[in-house]
């Protein structure tokens, strides 16, 4: 599953990142594969601002899942320290990290030049060296690292002193701009369906006839990621999917950006007219069900599109009287989804 830990009218930054931390343990015990959380910037409604960082609590919080990031923005930092944090976090929870690297900034311009400046790179520097940070980053995991040249000399770089086991990296996109490079460096592919919705099927096909084996990975490896509300009812799932609706709506439409809405709170509110075509067009792409025909549409996702994996994005908003601290009804959607589709037993 993805989590961008959000922050709702209600919550703390601290209510939200426990939120988190209780539903990673209902997906560790559900048989989930992978918690990925991702990296947003100066966002009222996002408290996923630091990758590493809420890894390794999520890591000590459960047992067995692979805890992961979806992704580190990679032109906001610089490869050295991406690789260091990496490598620390897989030599602590051995086998279960995974780095996925985005090129986008996630976030406005002037917060994205407050990043860069003295880090990855200063304005398209850092994103013009895109597939150059992202060798060097498989390179100085490895426990052989990798060569810098400065002043005519090479020098050694490893990003931990003794690695025994290296986090897979992944590449993340919504274009073909990353399943090029994929397939290129040899490396599985993500492609952000829950956010784009279009382009999957030409961005996959295009990774799949262009790779190039590598020896960690000699076939390539995809997944998709889809938004999903479920629910007893196809009815209470629709309900619940509002106040991800209104954000996603804001956030298309340029409006101002706010903590996440309770469920009351986007029902008083609705959308305008105007904004219709929109919501209904995001709607008809989401996973928006009963448990059962939740679980269908994931398989017939997998299936229509021929990746590996499927990640949910659980978008199942709150209800004005559900715990602060907690993630009452996207629990509930991991749970419901994972009993439909026989990732656990009852």
């Given amino acids: 599953m993805l989590d961008l830990v959000p922050v709702r009218t209600n919550q703390s930054t601290g209510d939200a990142v426990n939120a988190s931390r209780s ?10 594969r992978r918690y990925w959380v991702a990296e947003h910037h100066n966002m009222p409604a996002v408290a996923a601002t630091n990758p590493p960082v809420m890894i390794a609590l999520l890591a000590a919080a459960t047992e ?73 980053i498989v390179a100085m995991m490895d426990e052989g690292g990798v060569g810098l040249s400065v002043a005519g000399r090479t020098h050694e ?17 919504s274009s073909d701009y990353s399943a090029r490079l994929a397939a290129r460096l040899g490396l599985p592919y993500v492609f952000a369906h829950h956010f784009s919705g279009h382009g999957t099927a030409e961005a996959l096909e295009l990774y799949r006839t262009t790779y190039r084996p590598s020896p960690e990975h000699p076939e390539p490896r995809t997944f998709l990621t889809v938004n999903a509300s479920v629910a007893q009812t196809t009815e209470q799932a629709e309900r619940l999917a509002l106040p991800q609706l209104h954000a996603m709506v804001t956030l298309r439409t340029g409006g101002q950006l706010r903590p996440q809405l309770l469920v ?20 008809g ?41 907690a993630a009452t009804t996207r629990e509930t959607t991991l749970r419901l989804l994972a009993e439909a589709l026989g990732t656990i037993s009852t």
């Fill in 23 to 32: 539903l990673a343990r209902v997906a560790d015990q559900t048989g989930y």
């Fill in 64 to 136: 067995r899942i692979r805890v992961g990031s979806g992704g580190v923005m990679l032109p906001n930092h610089a490869p050295l320290v991406v690789a260091e944090q990496f490598a620390l976090l897989e030599a602590t929870f051995p086998g279960r990290i995974d780095l996925g690297i985005g090129r986008a900034p996630g976030t406005d311009p002037v917060t994205s030049f407050a990043l860069r400046h003295g880090a990855g790179g200063v304005g398209e520097d850092a994103v013009e060296r895109f597939p150059e940070y992202v060798e060097n």
């Fill in 157 to 173: 770089l490893r990003a931990t002193p003794h690695s025994t086991s290296t986090a897979p990296v992944w590449l993340l996109g």
């Fill in 264 to 283: 009351e709170e986007a029902e008083a509110i609705g959308f305008p007219d105007a904004h219709l075509a929109l919501v209904n067009g995001m709607r």
């Fill in 285 to 325: 792409r989401w996973v928006i069900a009963d448990p059962a025909t939740a679980a269908e549409q994931i398989t017939a996702l997998a299936e229509e599109f021929g990746v590996d994996e499927v990640m949910v994005h659980p978008v199942a908003g709150a209800h004005t009287d559900d715990p602060v601290d």
